[in-house]
Protein backbone atom coordinates (compact mmCIF):
# COMPACT_ATOMS: atom_id res chain seq x y z
CA UNK A 1 0.00 0.00 0.00
CA UNK A 2 1.40 3.36 -1.11
CA UNK A 3 0.38 6.30 1.45
CA UNK A 4 0.88 9.91 0.46
CA UNK A 5 0.65 13.01 3.09
CA UNK A 6 0.01 16.25 1.57
CA UNK A 7 1.06 18.76 4.07
CA UNK A 8 4.62 19.27 5.31
CA UNK A 9 3.70 20.31 8.81
CA UNK A 10 4.15 19.26 12.29
CA UNK A 11 1.04 17.22 12.56
CA UNK A 12 1.49 15.89 8.81
CA UNK A 13 5.52 14.99 9.15
CA UNK A 14 4.38 13.21 12.70
CA UNK A 15 1.62 11.47 11.17
CA UNK A 16 3.93 10.51 8.02
CA UNK A 17 6.76 9.36 10.47
CA UNK A 18 3.96 7.29 12.15
CA UNK A 19 2.70 5.44 9.25
CA UNK A 20 6.01 4.54 7.67
CA UNK A 21 7.39 3.19 11.14
CA UNK A 22 4.36 1.27 10.96
CA UNK A 23 5.53 -0.42 8.36
CA UNK A 24 3.31 -3.25 5.91
CA UNK A 25 3.52 -0.52 3.40
CA UNK A 26 5.56 0.30 0.05
CA UNK A 27 6.13 3.60 0.40
CA UNK A 28 5.24 7.06 2.85
CA UNK A 29 5.66 9.98 0.35
CA UNK A 30 5.08 13.34 2.38
CA UNK A 31 4.77 16.44 -0.05
CA UNK A 32 5.77 19.88 1.48
CA UNK A 33 4.94 23.25 -0.52
CA UNK A 34 8.65 24.37 1.28
CA UNK A 35 11.66 23.39 -0.99
CA UNK A 36 13.61 23.58 2.60
CA UNK A 37 10.83 21.08 4.33
CA UNK A 38 11.72 18.29 1.24
CA UNK A 39 15.39 18.84 1.50
CA UNK A 40 15.88 18.47 5.06
CA UNK A 41 14.06 15.72 5.11
CA UNK A 42 15.73 13.83 2.48
CA UNK A 43 19.25 14.09 3.01
CA UNK A 44 18.92 14.53 7.03
CA UNK A 45 15.74 12.69 7.57
CA UNK A 46 14.40 15.91 9.62
CA UNK A 47 12.03 18.50 9.18
CA UNK A 48 14.18 21.44 10.70
CA UNK A 49 11.71 23.87 9.76
CA UNK A 50 8.32 22.39 11.37
CA UNK A 51 9.56 19.27 13.87
CA UNK A 52 12.95 20.13 14.63
CA UNK A 53 15.22 18.37 16.46
CA UNK A 54 13.12 14.37 15.60
CA UNK A 55 14.78 12.16 13.41
CA UNK A 56 12.50 10.59 10.95
CA UNK A 57 12.55 7.00 9.23
CA UNK A 58 14.85 6.80 6.88
CA UNK A 59 12.16 5.02 4.90
CA UNK A 60 10.10 8.32 4.73
CA UNK A 61 10.60 10.29 1.42
CA UNK A 62 9.39 13.81 0.62
CA UNK A 63 8.73 15.37 -2.56
CA UNK A 64 8.06 19.28 -3.71
CA UNK A 65 5.86 17.89 -6.76
CA UNK A 66 1.96 17.48 -5.36
CA UNK A 67 0.75 15.49 -8.65
CA UNK A 68 3.64 12.84 -8.27
CA UNK A 69 2.95 12.46 -4.14
CA UNK A 70 -0.46 11.32 -4.38
CA UNK A 71 -0.21 9.56 -8.33
CA UNK A 72 -0.92 5.69 -7.19
CA UNK A 73 -1.35 6.10 -3.48
CA UNK A 74 -4.08 3.93 -2.16
CA UNK A 75 -4.77 6.66 1.16
CA UNK A 76 -4.29 10.28 0.95
CA UNK A 77 -3.82 12.07 4.04
CA UNK A 78 -4.81 15.95 3.88
CA UNK A 79 -2.79 18.21 6.29
CA UNK A 80 -2.66 21.32 4.52
CA UNK A 81 -3.75 24.32 6.82
CA UNK A 82 -7.59 25.12 6.56
CA UNK A 83 -7.12 28.48 4.78
CA UNK A 84 -5.56 26.91 1.86
CA UNK A 85 -6.94 23.52 1.63
CA UNK A 86 -9.27 24.13 -1.22
CA UNK A 87 -6.12 25.53 -3.13
CA UNK A 88 -3.52 22.60 -2.32
CA UNK A 89 -6.56 19.44 -2.76
CA UNK A 90 -7.38 21.03 -6.19
CA UNK A 91 -4.45 21.08 -7.50
CA UNK A 92 -3.89 17.63 -6.37
CA UNK A 93 -7.10 16.16 -7.31
CA UNK A 94 -6.50 15.64 -11.14
CA UNK A 95 -3.53 12.74 -10.30
CA UNK A 96 -5.88 10.75 -7.41
CA UNK A 97 -5.91 7.21 -8.57
CA UNK A 98 -9.69 5.47 -8.85
CA UNK A 99 -10.51 3.69 -5.37
CA UNK A 100 -7.96 6.21 -3.15
CA UNK A 101 -8.98 7.08 0.13
CA UNK A 102 -8.86 10.39 1.75
CA UNK A 103 -8.05 11.27 5.33
CA UNK A 104 -8.61 14.79 6.43
CA UNK A 105 -6.56 15.30 9.54
CA UNK A 106 -5.89 19.36 9.45
CA UNK A 107 -8.58 21.37 11.91
CA UNK A 108 -9.97 24.54 11.42
CA UNK A 109 -13.14 26.20 9.17
CA UNK A 110 -12.37 27.27 5.62
CA UNK A 111 -12.50 31.22 6.33
CA UNK A 112 -13.93 32.44 2.97
CA UNK A 113 -17.03 30.13 3.23
CA UNK A 114 -17.66 28.83 6.94
CA UNK A 115 -17.51 25.48 6.54
CA UNK A 116 -15.44 22.00 7.16
CA UNK A 117 -12.64 20.69 5.45
CA UNK A 118 -14.54 17.40 4.49
CA UNK A 119 -17.22 19.65 2.68
CA UNK A 120 -14.43 21.52 0.79
CA UNK A 121 -12.90 18.29 -0.03
CA UNK A 122 -16.33 16.59 -1.15
CA UNK A 123 -16.59 19.85 -3.47
CA UNK A 124 -12.80 19.81 -5.28
CA UNK A 125 -12.09 15.79 -4.54
CA UNK A 126 -13.72 12.93 -7.58
CA UNK A 127 -16.95 12.02 -7.15
CA UNK A 128 -17.54 8.96 -4.52
CA UNK A 129 -14.21 9.14 -3.47
CA UNK A 130 -14.25 7.59 0.37
CA UNK A 131 -13.15 10.22 2.56
CA UNK A 132 -12.66 10.38 6.56
CA UNK A 133 -11.30 12.53 9.35
CA UNK A 134 -9.21 12.06 12.06
CA UNK A 135 -9.07 14.27 14.68
CA UNK A 136 -8.57 14.54 19.04
CA UNK A 137 -6.17 15.11 21.30
CA UNK A 138 -2.66 14.62 19.94
CA UNK A 139 -0.05 16.99 20.21
CA UNK A 140 2.54 16.07 17.31
CA UNK A 141 5.49 16.21 18.84
CA UNK A 142 3.82 13.65 21.55
CA UNK A 143 3.04 11.41 18.53
CA UNK A 144 6.13 11.41 17.54
CA UNK A 145 7.90 10.32 20.93
CA UNK A 146 5.07 7.43 20.67
CA UNK A 147 3.38 8.65 23.87
CA UNK A 148 0.21 7.08 24.44
CA UNK A 149 -2.55 9.00 22.47
CA UNK A 150 -6.32 8.29 21.57
CA UNK A 151 -7.69 10.13 18.50
CA UNK A 152 -11.36 9.78 16.26
CA UNK A 153 -11.52 8.37 12.48
CA UNK A 154 -15.17 9.64 11.45
CA UNK A 155 -16.85 8.87 8.09
CA UNK A 156 -20.13 8.96 6.99
CA UNK A 157 -19.84 5.35 5.82
CA UNK A 158 -18.88 3.51 9.34
CA UNK A 159 -16.49 1.57 7.05
CA UNK A 160 -14.18 3.58 6.03
CA UNK A 161 -13.93 5.32 9.41
CA UNK A 162 -13.14 1.55 9.97
CA UNK A 163 -10.73 1.19 7.44
CA UNK A 164 -8.81 4.14 8.27
CA UNK A 165 -8.84 2.75 12.24
CA UNK A 166 -6.42 0.11 10.63
CA UNK A 167 -4.48 1.96 8.57
CA UNK A 168 -3.36 4.72 11.85
CA UNK A 169 -3.87 2.16 14.91
CA UNK A 170 -0.60 1.23 16.33
CA UNK A 171 0.04 0.21 20.04
CA UNK A 172 0.74 3.86 21.04
CA UNK A 173 -1.75 5.65 18.92
CA UNK A 174 -5.46 4.13 19.84
CA UNK A 175 -8.15 5.02 17.05
CA UNK A 176 -11.97 4.99 17.83
CA UNK A 177 -14.37 5.26 14.98
CA UNK A 178 -17.01 7.39 14.27
CA UNK A 179 -19.91 8.57 12.02
CA UNK A 180 -20.68 11.70 13.11
CA UNK A 181 -18.27 13.76 10.81
CA UNK A 182 -19.43 17.46 11.50
CA UNK A 183 -19.64 17.08 14.96
CA UNK A 184 -15.37 15.58 15.46
CA UNK A 185 -14.77 18.28 12.71
CA UNK A 186 -16.33 21.15 14.69
CA UNK A 187 -14.83 20.05 18.39
CA UNK A 188 -11.53 19.75 16.34
CA UNK A 189 -11.86 23.30 15.11
CA UNK A 190 -13.84 25.26 17.62
CA UNK A 191 -11.52 24.27 20.82
CA UNK A 192 -8.53 26.44 19.23
CA UNK A 193 -10.97 29.44 20.08
CA UNK A 194 -11.46 28.66 23.41
CA UNK A 195 -7.74 27.31 23.61
CA UNK A 196 -6.79 31.27 22.97
CA UNK A 197 -8.84 32.50 25.26
CA UNK A 198 -7.02 29.68 27.52
CA UNK A 199 -3.83 31.81 26.76
CA UNK A 200 -4.97 34.92 27.17
CA UNK A 201 -5.77 33.82 30.93
CA UNK A 202 -2.30 32.77 31.87
CA UNK A 203 -0.75 35.40 30.32
CA UNK A 204 -2.64 37.15 32.55
CA UNK A 205 -1.88 35.27 35.61
CA UNK A 206 -5.22 33.84 36.25
CA UNK A 207 -5.54 30.69 37.90
CA UNK A 208 -7.41 27.48 38.02
CA UNK A 209 -10.62 28.42 39.31
CA UNK A 210 -10.81 30.50 35.83
CA UNK A 211 -9.43 28.34 34.00
CA UNK A 212 -11.86 25.30 34.87
CA UNK A 213 -14.46 27.69 34.48
CA UNK A 214 -13.57 28.76 30.82
CA UNK A 215 -12.83 25.18 29.87
CA UNK A 216 -16.48 24.08 31.12
CA UNK A 217 -18.48 27.42 29.67
CA UNK A 218 -16.03 26.92 26.49
CA UNK A 219 -17.30 23.18 25.73
CA UNK A 220 -20.93 24.33 26.14
CA UNK A 221 -20.26 26.87 23.46
CA UNK A 222 -18.85 24.29 21.06
CA UNK A 223 -21.62 21.95 21.75
CA UNK A 224 -24.35 24.42 21.11
CA UNK A 225 -22.90 25.95 17.64
CA UNK A 226 -22.41 22.39 16.88
CA UNK A 227 -26.14 21.13 17.71
CA UNK A 228 -27.58 23.82 15.58
CA UNK A 229 -25.13 22.91 12.88
CA UNK A 230 -26.86 19.41 12.59
CA UNK A 231 -23.47 17.64 14.99
CA UNK A 232 -24.78 15.27 17.49
CA UNK A 233 -24.17 16.82 21.36
CA UNK A 234 -22.95 13.43 22.73
CA UNK A 235 -20.03 13.91 20.24
CA UNK A 236 -18.37 17.16 22.25
CA UNK A 237 -18.21 14.77 25.28
CA UNK A 238 -16.11 12.33 23.43
CA UNK A 239 -12.19 12.71 22.35
CA UNK A 240 -12.70 15.18 19.49
CA UNK A 241 -14.62 17.81 21.69
CA UNK A 242 -13.49 17.63 25.19
CA UNK A 243 -10.71 15.36 24.89
CA UNK A 244 -9.05 17.76 22.29
CA UNK A 245 -9.97 21.17 24.24
CA UNK A 246 -8.91 20.22 27.57
CA UNK A 247 -5.41 19.26 25.59
CA UNK A 248 -5.27 22.59 24.08
CA UNK A 249 -6.36 24.85 26.71
CA UNK A 250 -3.99 23.17 28.90
CA UNK A 251 -0.96 21.82 27.13
CA UNK A 252 2.56 23.90 27.11
CA UNK A 253 2.70 22.41 23.07
CA UNK A 254 -0.55 24.22 21.97
CA UNK A 255 -0.09 26.88 19.19
CA UNK A 256 -3.36 28.37 19.68
CA UNK A 257 -2.89 28.96 23.94
CA UNK A 258 0.72 30.14 23.29
CA UNK A 259 -0.37 33.00 20.88
CA UNK A 260 -3.10 34.05 23.55
CA UNK A 261 -0.39 34.50 26.34
CA UNK A 262 1.17 36.39 23.71
CA UNK A 263 -1.52 38.67 23.17
CA UNK A 264 -2.05 39.16 26.95
CA UNK A 265 1.29 40.74 27.51
CA UNK A 266 0.55 42.96 25.26
CA UNK A 267 2.04 41.81 21.84
CA UNK A 268 0.05 43.00 18.76
CA UNK A 269 -1.40 40.10 16.50
CA UNK A 270 0.40 40.80 13.69
CA UNK A 271 3.70 40.86 15.39
CA UNK A 272 2.80 37.52 17.17
CA UNK A 273 1.76 35.56 13.85
CA UNK A 274 4.78 37.08 12.16
CA UNK A 275 7.36 34.81 14.40
CA UNK A 276 5.61 32.07 13.98
CA UNK A 277 6.19 29.02 11.28
CA UNK A 278 3.08 27.34 12.38
CA UNK A 279 -0.73 28.28 11.63
CA UNK A 280 -2.53 28.84 14.76
CA UNK A 281 -6.08 27.99 13.82
CA UNK A 282 -8.09 29.77 16.20
CA UNK A 283 -7.63 33.23 14.28
CA UNK A 284 -9.69 32.39 11.81
CA UNK A 285 -11.95 29.78 13.06
CA UNK A 286 -12.50 32.62 16.19
CA UNK A 287 -14.27 34.84 13.51
CA UNK A 288 -15.89 32.22 11.90
CA UNK A 289 -17.05 31.13 14.93
CA UNK A 290 -18.87 34.66 15.67
CA UNK A 291 -20.25 35.15 12.09
CA UNK A 292 -21.75 31.41 12.52
CA UNK A 293 -23.57 31.68 15.85
CA UNK A 294 -25.02 34.95 14.71
CA UNK A 295 -26.49 33.66 11.61
CA UNK A 296 -27.84 30.95 13.77
CA UNK A 297 -29.07 32.57 16.41
CA UNK A 298 -26.07 30.62 19.16
CA UNK A 299 -25.43 32.89 22.04
CA UNK A 300 -21.34 32.15 21.98
CA UNK A 301 -20.14 34.90 24.69
CA UNK A 302 -16.26 33.58 24.99
CA UNK A 303 -15.72 33.29 21.31
CA UNK A 304 -17.34 37.37 20.37
CA UNK A 305 -14.82 38.27 23.35
CA UNK A 306 -11.83 36.47 21.75
CA UNK A 307 -12.66 37.72 18.61
CA UNK A 308 -12.97 41.27 20.01
CA UNK A 309 -9.52 40.96 21.58
CA UNK A 310 -8.19 39.48 18.07
CA UNK A 311 -9.32 41.98 15.66
CA UNK A 312 -11.01 45.16 17.41
CA UNK A 313 -8.21 45.58 19.86
CA UNK A 314 -10.00 45.30 23.32
CA UNK A 315 -7.84 44.89 26.29
CA UNK A 316 -8.09 40.86 27.44
CA UNK A 317 -9.11 42.81 31.40
CA UNK A 318 -12.14 44.01 29.95
CA UNK A 319 -13.48 41.30 28.23
CA UNK A 320 -13.34 39.00 31.02
CA UNK A 321 -14.85 41.99 33.27
CA UNK A 322 -17.82 41.76 30.19
CA UNK A 323 -18.17 37.86 30.56
CA UNK A 324 -18.20 37.73 34.07
CA UNK A 325 -20.54 41.09 34.30
CA UNK A 326 -23.35 39.62 32.17
CA UNK A 327 -26.97 38.80 32.76
CA UNK A 328 -27.32 36.29 35.41
CA UNK A 329 -29.21 32.88 34.09
CA UNK A 330 -29.56 29.24 34.63
CA UNK A 331 -26.51 26.92 33.99
CA UNK A 332 -28.45 25.26 30.85
CA UNK A 333 -26.46 23.45 27.61
CA UNK A 334 -29.88 23.04 25.25
CA UNK A 335 -30.64 27.20 25.74
CA UNK A 336 -34.03 25.56 25.91
CA UNK A 337 -36.91 27.98 27.60
CA UNK A 338 -37.67 25.81 30.56
CA UNK A 339 -39.32 23.33 28.50
CA UNK A 340 -39.86 19.80 28.16
CA UNK A 341 -36.93 18.25 27.35
CA UNK A 342 -37.53 14.34 26.95
CA UNK A 343 -40.24 12.83 25.21
CA UNK A 344 -41.22 9.35 24.89
CA UNK A 345 -41.74 7.64 21.97
CA UNK A 346 -45.54 7.26 22.94
CA UNK A 347 -45.45 11.12 23.14
CA UNK A 348 -43.55 11.12 19.57
CA UNK A 349 -45.81 9.67 17.89
CA UNK A 350 -48.90 11.85 19.24
CA UNK A 351 -46.97 14.90 18.11
CA UNK A 352 -45.95 14.06 15.13
CA UNK A 353 -48.99 11.75 14.37
CA UNK A 354 -46.69 8.52 13.29
CA UNK A 355 -46.55 4.96 14.47
CA UNK A 356 -43.98 3.02 16.41
CA UNK A 357 -42.84 1.02 13.75
CA UNK A 358 -42.41 4.12 11.26
CA UNK A 359 -40.30 5.74 13.54
CA UNK A 360 -38.31 2.65 14.22
CA UNK A 361 -37.78 2.09 10.65
CA UNK A 362 -36.97 5.51 9.79
CA UNK A 363 -34.08 5.21 12.55
CA UNK A 364 -32.44 1.82 11.01
CA UNK A 365 -32.43 4.59 7.13
CA UNK A 366 -31.21 7.83 9.00
CA UNK A 367 -28.42 7.51 10.94
CA UNK A 368 -28.96 10.75 12.72
CA UNK A 369 -31.93 9.53 14.40
CA UNK A 370 -30.78 8.00 17.31
CA UNK A 371 -32.60 8.65 20.14
CA UNK A 372 -30.88 7.72 23.66
CA UNK A 373 -32.59 5.18 25.82
CA UNK A 374 -33.56 5.55 29.70
CA UNK A 375 -32.52 3.14 32.51
CA UNK A 376 -35.82 0.83 31.25
CA UNK A 377 -34.16 0.63 27.82
CA UNK A 378 -36.64 2.74 26.29
CA UNK A 379 -36.56 5.46 23.83
CA UNK A 380 -36.12 9.18 24.94
CA UNK A 381 -36.36 11.73 22.61
CA UNK A 382 -35.16 15.42 22.92
CA UNK A 383 -36.84 18.55 20.55
CA UNK A 384 -33.93 18.57 17.90
CA UNK A 385 -34.99 14.90 17.30
CA UNK A 386 -38.22 15.47 17.04
CA UNK A 387 -38.05 18.42 14.55
CA UNK A 388 -35.63 16.31 12.20
CA UNK A 389 -37.95 13.45 12.39
CA UNK A 390 -40.52 16.27 11.37
CA UNK A 391 -38.40 17.53 8.25
CA UNK A 392 -37.94 13.77 7.25
CA UNK A 393 -41.77 13.49 7.21
CA UNK A 394 -42.20 16.42 5.41
CA UNK A 395 -39.49 15.36 2.44
CA UNK A 396 -41.09 11.88 2.26
CA UNK A 397 -44.65 12.89 2.64
CA UNK A 398 -45.35 15.89 1.33
CA UNK A 399 -42.45 16.89 -1.12
CA UNK A 400 -42.52 12.71 -2.12
CA UNK A 401 -38.36 11.96 -1.94
CA UNK A 402 -37.27 8.89 -2.13
CA UNK A 403 -35.88 7.51 1.36
CA UNK A 404 -32.17 8.00 -0.38
CA UNK A 405 -33.42 11.53 -2.02
CA UNK A 406 -34.38 12.47 1.10
CA UNK A 407 -31.26 11.51 3.16
CA UNK A 408 -29.17 13.64 0.46
CA UNK A 409 -31.62 16.41 0.58
CA UNK A 410 -30.80 16.17 4.84
CA UNK A 411 -27.25 15.69 3.68
CA UNK A 412 -27.30 19.01 1.23
CA UNK A 413 -28.84 21.12 3.78
CA UNK A 414 -26.19 19.81 6.73
CA UNK A 415 -24.02 21.28 4.23
CA UNK A 416 -25.14 24.32 3.56
CA UNK A 417 -26.12 25.14 7.59
CA UNK A 418 -29.76 24.98 7.05
CA UNK A 419 -30.47 22.05 8.57
CA UNK A 420 -31.23 22.93 11.95
CA UNK A 421 -33.84 25.66 10.35
CA UNK A 422 -35.25 23.58 8.09
CA UNK A 423 -36.26 21.23 10.49
CA UNK A 424 -37.51 23.41 12.65
CA UNK A 425 -39.57 25.04 9.80
CA UNK A 426 -41.10 21.37 9.49
CA UNK A 427 -42.29 21.28 12.84
CA UNK A 428 -43.60 24.70 12.43
CA UNK A 429 -45.28 23.68 9.92
CA UNK A 430 -46.81 20.51 11.26
CA UNK A 431 -47.93 22.65 14.33
CA UNK A 432 -49.91 25.25 12.33
CA UNK A 433 -51.58 21.79 10.22
CA UNK A 434 -52.65 20.56 13.58
CA UNK A 435 -54.23 24.07 14.82
CA UNK A 436 -56.04 24.13 11.60
CA UNK A 437 -57.42 21.21 12.40
CA UNK A 438 -58.47 21.48 15.84
CA UNK A 439 -59.83 25.00 15.14
CA UNK A 440 -61.94 23.11 12.21
CA UNK A 441 -63.65 20.63 14.59
CA UNK A 442 -63.96 23.46 17.25
CA UNK A 443 -65.99 25.57 14.51
CA UNK A 444 -67.83 22.09 13.54
CA UNK A 445 -68.55 21.72 17.35
CA UNK A 446 -69.98 25.31 17.97
CA UNK A 447 -72.11 25.52 14.41
CA UNK A 448 -73.88 21.99 15.64
CA UNK A 449 -72.41 19.86 12.34
CA UNK A 450 -70.58 17.49 14.49
CA UNK A 451 -71.73 16.33 17.94
CA UNK A 452 -68.44 16.49 20.77
CA UNK A 453 -66.03 13.74 21.13
CA UNK A 454 -67.44 12.40 17.35
CA UNK A 455 -64.59 10.84 15.92
CA UNK A 456 -62.22 11.17 19.04
CA UNK A 457 -59.04 8.88 19.44
Known sequence: MKIAVVGGGAWGTALADLLARKGGVESVTLWAREPEVVDSINREHINHVFLPGAPLDPTLRANGDLAETVRGAEVIVSSAPSHVARQVMARASPAFPPGAMVVSVSKGLEPERLTTLSC??????????????????????????????????????????????????TNYFRVYSHTDVLGVELGGALKNVIALAAGILEGLGLGYNTRAALITRGLAEITRLGVALGAEAATFAGLAGMGDLILTATGPLSRNRSLGEELARG???????????????????????????????????????????????????????????????????????????????????????????????????????????????????????????????????????????????????????????????ALATQTVKDLRTELKSILAILEGTVAPNAGAR
Not at 123 to 151: D, K, N
Not at 152 to 163: F, G, L, N, S
Open 267 to 425: TALSHALAGRASVAEGVNTARAAVTLGARHGVELPIAEQVAAVLFDGKPPRQAIADLMERELKAEQWGGGGGGQEFFSIGEVCQLTDLKPHVLRYWESQFRFLNPAKNRSGNRVYQRREIELIMLVKHLLYTEKYTIEGARQKIEQYRRSGELKPEARR
Open 120 to 169: VLGEVLPQGIPLAVLSGPSFAREVYQHQPTAVVAAARDHEVAQRVQQVFA
